[in-house]
């Protein structure tokens, strides 16, 4: 006997038919209406709008709100213009993030920054900023504020990692601030514009919104434990990336904060504060891996899935609080 047939969709396995369906369907819809805002009179606008859109990516903003809709019944014409307005604003953020981090390639091609310049890959942003808040203007007042209170939370999140913790400021709790507010507050608004727009009551709305925040924090820290603790090449990252980087991660984080002995020589690396060499980064991954740093991380991740779960559990069961549900726990069970 075997079981349900899986249709994969955008890397999400769903087993109902329908429900495969039926997001397949919004994120055709999606790709559709992401390909005609862009569009304009100006080529060289389109070709540096459509750099990132045609370079692909998983689309994980609008499937979350594609199956918050999905949870209220169904998705309507003003879910796919809230589904493609928060993909939109995330596209830009790329743009805006490669000039700041001064990268040279974004999903296996040059960056816009590296192709053209600067000041290409920021107005680039800022026009699919604009036409973002263009799609959300169609939705409604309550649309606008909250895709207004969205962006304000990206940027402060931006500033927030820009400065650094503050004098005395506990450096976790300033990194699951920036999380929250960097990548949280937009997946956030994806979950809760799929319910709004769904028609789902005021309790069902606030349950994907929180949702949404949650799950953007389980996503990134997961990958902080997936850097660190994943043998070379099975995850598809090479381990080590964001330590070459000097990103100050989770694990990394709550290890320098303990007082087991691999912190010395943790801190005389500089791990976390600059960038280190190949032969420095095989040291400290070494040591990472031996350290209460990533108990510490997968136990902040378990309670994050935990408190998801708990948001889910108030919503309507059926196979799209079961595909979030799936979601959720393939991020969880990747760090294993």
Sequence with gaps: MTGPQLTQVAGLPISDP??????TD????????????????????????????DAGGKRFRPLLT???AQVAGGTSEDVVVAATSVELVHLATLYHDDVMDEAVMRR?????????????????????????????????????????ETFAELVTGQMRETRGPRDGEDAVEHYLAVVAEKTGSLIATSGRFGAMFAGAPDEHVTAMRR???IIGTVFQVSDDIIDIAS????????????????????????ALAGDGPEV??????GVGSRELG????????????????????????????DAARAELATLPDGPARQALAALLDYTVARTS
């Design 18 to 23: 329908d429900l495969a369906a039926a997001v």
């Design 26 to 53: 919004g994120l055709d819809r999606v790709e559709e209406l992401l390909h005609r805002e862009v569009h304009s009179d100006y080529r060289f606008v389109t070709e540096t709008s459509l750099h990132l859109i």
């Design 66 to 68: 594609l199956l918050a």
């Design 108 to 148: 296996g091609a040059d960056s816009a920054n590296a192709r053209w310049d600067n000041s290409v890959a920021i107005l680039t942003g800022d026009y699919l900023f604009a036409h973002a808040s263009r799609l959300v203007s169609q939705l409604g007042p309550d649309a606008v504020r909250i895709i207004a």
């Design 211 to 213: 949702f949404g925040e």
């Design 231 to 254: 043998p070379s090449g099975a995850s598809g990252k090479t381990p080590g990336t964001d330590l070459r980087e000097g990103v100050p991660t989770l694990p990394v984080l709550y």
């Design 264 to 269: 010395p020589r943790l801190r005389e690396l």
């Design 278 to 305: 190949d032969d420095e980064v095989g040291e400290a991954l070494e040591l990472l891996r031996g350290s209460r740093g990533l108990d510490e991380a997968r136990r902040a991740l378990d309670e994050r899935a």
